[in-house]
């Protein structure tokens, strides 16, 4: 395996709380993408979303990617849903690890993320057709990505555990 394991996925797959279990069973440090910005930035993302836009939170994913490969250590790491949508973050988490996918289908991110306040890119009028259309566009990119792919719907986090672990 390289050197990294790192999570991508759509919102909703589960990226941060498999992150931090494999984080505990691999006794590996945990790194979030979302997070190491928004200590950054000291902002929150929906703050970033709102005051700096969309495309200067795009800038600062390729940033911290750009930071962890010059950083040392072996890390899980999770990612932003959006973040291999640029063909530099994919090239750079090729170099970073070992990439698993987390692939989910629409009604079950809609399912989880009803009523969620916290990702700018469904606060529309009509969130589960977002969601539908956002998953449709991004799914090749994901795949393009990924060095594994793991179907995440109907199973328990501990299988999945065991899925990527394996
Ligand atoms: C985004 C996903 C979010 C966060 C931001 C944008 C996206 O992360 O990076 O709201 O473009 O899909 P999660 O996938 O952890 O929700």
Same mark, same amino acid.
């Given at each position: 395996?390289?050197?990294?394991?790192? %999570?991508?996925?759509?919102?909703?797959?589960?990226?941060?709380?498999?992150?931090? !279990?494999?984080?505990? +069973?691999?006794?590996?440090?945990?790194?979030?993408?979302?997070?190491?910005?928004? !200590?950054?930035?000291?902002?929150?993302?929906?703050?970033?979303?709102?005051?700096?836009?969309?495309?200067?939170?795009?800038?600062?994913?390729?940033?911290?990617? +750009?930071?962890?490969?010059?950083?040392? /250590?072996?890390?899980?790491?999770?990612?932003?849903?959006?973040?291999?949508?640029?063909?530099? =973050?994919?090239? %750079?988490?090729?170099?970073?690890?070992?990439?698993?996918?987390?692939?989910?289908?629409?009604?079950?991110?809609? =399912?989880?993320?009803? /009523?969620?306040?916290? +990702?700018?890119?469904?606060?529309?009028?009509?969130?589960?057709?977002?969601?539908?259309?956002?998953?449709?566009?991004? /799914?090749? %990119?994901?795949?393009?990505?990924?060095?594994?792919?793991?179907?995440?719907? /109907?199973?328990?986090?501990?299988?999945?555990?065991?899925?990527?672990?394996?």
């Amino acid at each position: 395996m390289k050197k990294n394991l790192i %999570l991508i996925g759509f919102m909703g797959c589960g990226k941060s709380t498999l992150g931090v !279990k494999l984080s505990y +069973r691999l006794r590996t440090m945990l790194t979030d993408t979302d997070e190491l910005i928004e !200590k950054k930035q000291k902002k929150t993302i929906p703050q970033i979303f709102a005051e700096d836009g969309e495309e200067a939170f795009r800038r600062l994913e390729t940033e911290v990617l +750009r930071e962890l490969l010059c950083t040392g /250590g072996t890390r899980i790491l999770s990612t932003g849903g959006g973040l291999p949508m640029r063909e530099e =973050n994919r090239t %750079l988490l090729k170099q970073l690890g070992t990439v698993v996918y987390l692939r989910i289908r629409p009604e079950t991110v809609w =399912n989880r993320l009803k /009523g969620d306040t916290t +990702r700018p890119l469904l606060q529309k009028p009509d969130p589960k057709a977002e969601i539908c259309r956002l998953l449709e566009l991004r /799914g090749p %990119l994901y795949e393009a990505a990924a060095d594994r792919i793991v179907d995440v719907d /109907g199973k328990t986090y501990e299988q999945l555990l065991r899925e990527i672990i394996e």
